[in-house]
């Protein structure tokens, strides 16, 4: 897919970037998609985000539109990603299953830390370790969680 800017350098839409990404993980070498022919996503939908936001330029960002695993306009949001019903991952594994659902989640996930780094954000191991008071706060949740169940 040719770039969107050309000059000073070339760059690529959020809108091309997301495109590629799908195309390439249903089209990947010896995917049974690519041989069984099978129609690319098409979807409609709605953002979160009221159009009204993006002022009288962007008015149609708030429509989601994707044809053959190409999205033509709209802006993503929590209303896609997240765990929605008819939103771009539940659509996907609904066309393609688990397993491409699953790459498709694992890209995403890959894209948005890139981005976040890139602006400053980063996650050390002490973000990562388990406090032993939470871990107790968890512990009796669980727990709490097992007797309601019984």
């Known amino acids: 897919m040719p770039p969107t800017i050309l000059?000073?350098?070339?760059l690529w839409t959020g809108k091309q970037v997301v495109s590629t990404l799908l195309k390439n993980i249903?089209?990947?070498?010896g995917s049974d998609y690519?041989?069984?022919?099978?129609?690319?996503?098409?979807?409609?939908s709605k953002s979160k985000i009221s159009a009204k936001e993006w002022g009288p330029i962007g008015v149609?960002?708030?429509?989601?539109?994707?044809?053959d695993n190409e999205l033509l306009q709209g802006t993503l949001d929590k209303n896609q990603y997240?765990?929605?019903?008819?939103?771009?991952?539940?659509s996907f594994y609904e066309i393609y299953g688990s397993e491409k659902a699953g790459e498709l989640l694992t890209s995403l996930a890959r894209i948005f830390t890139a981005f976040l780094q890139m602006h400053g954000f980063t996650c050390g191991l002490d973000d990562l370790v388990l406090t032993p008071e939470f871990n107790k706060?968890?512990?009796?949740i669980i727990e709490e969680s097992h007797q309601s169940g019984m």
């Open 137 to 140: 706060k968890r512990r009796l």
């Open 7 to 10: 000059k000073p350098h070339p």
């Open 26 to 29: 249903v089209n990947h070498e």
């Open 60 to 67: 149609e960002e708030g429509d989601i539109i994707f044809r």
């Open 34 to 44: 690519k041989k069984n022919k099978i129609q690319g996503l098409n979807l409609d």
């Open 82 to 90: 997240g765990a929605s019903e008819f939103g771009l991952v539940h």
